[in-house]
Structures are given as C-alpha cells and as structure tokens.
C-alpha cells in the first residue's frame, strides 16, 4: 500500500541495483577477432581496454609447486585506458550533442587499436 491507502505496484523495468565493485563494468564492444574488449567502466567514467589471456596457475604440493595443466583458465587483462577528449570521434560528436557512451552501445561497430 501506498501512502494514499491504494496498492502499490512497483516498476522493476526502471530498477537499477547499486554500483559496487562487482557492477562496475560494462561490456561495449569486442574487436573483430574477439582479442580486445571494451568495456566501460561506470565509477571512473571511463573506456577501458582489456584482452583475453590464459592464465596459469601454480599449486603447491609440499615445497614443491606444480602448474595446473589439467584445465584452462583464462582472465581478463588490463592494457589500455582510452583518452577519448583526443579523438577525432569525441571531437566530431560532442558538438553535435552526441553523448559517446551511448553512441558505443548503439552503434556495434568495430575499434581498432593502434600499438
């Protein structure tokens, strides 16, 4: 019930859970052969660059410690922090009112990274 006595019908489609470490990121786009991630990251305000990497792990078996071959793990690395105020794109959009977060999820397209 609400405050008027009438029932109370909440909107979940508007719900959106509290930021925390565990939601910060938001996936955007992948590079065309899927070894680059862009993700956004929403405490920083920022593009963040990650790319997919096995990962090896060692364990230790007394004072010996042995890698663990048996399965593949794979995580995802920081490599770079896009400076989008430099770009063309950012240069380009921003007069027009264009908001570039939500041009990146609207708009599947391809990055490509200059190394």
Known sequence: MNFKNEPYYPNLEDYKPPLSEL??????????????WLFYNRILDKFLIYSLGKVQYLEQKGNIFSSMNNRELWEFEFKYELDFENTFMYKYLTPKRIDIKNYFRKNPTLFKINA
């Open 23 to 36: 939601n910060k990121m938001e996936l955007i786009q992948m590079s065309f052969n899927n070894q680059y």
